[in-house]
């Protein structure tokens, strides 16, 4: 059980870094191209990145009953 709460955490924390780069990258990309350099859309893509993250991670952390398929083994 402890195993499994622990891949939880690992997935959680991975998926919100990735997510929140991401959105800080396209944010760092709108400003300069479309946004004069304005510092509202890094802020608002970190923002929604870091948002997205946290609702996966409180999805996957409240359904204890549900495995993923990479779990699943073939019989």
Do not use: E, I
């Not at 891949?7 to 400003?31: N, P």
């Not at 802020?43 to 409180?58: E, P």
């Amino acid at each position: 059980m402890a195993d499994l709460h622990g891949r939880k955490w690992d997935r959680c924390l991975a998926d919100t870094a990735v997510k929140t780069v991401t959105g800080l990258g396209l944010g760092v990309l709108f400003s300069v191209v479309l946004f004069k350099r304005r510092t509202w859309p890094v802020s608002l893509g970190s923002g929604l990145g870091l948002g997205m993250g946290y609702a996966n991670c409180q999805h996957d952390l409240r359904s204890p009953y549900l495995v993923h398929g990479s779990m699943v083994k073939d019989q």
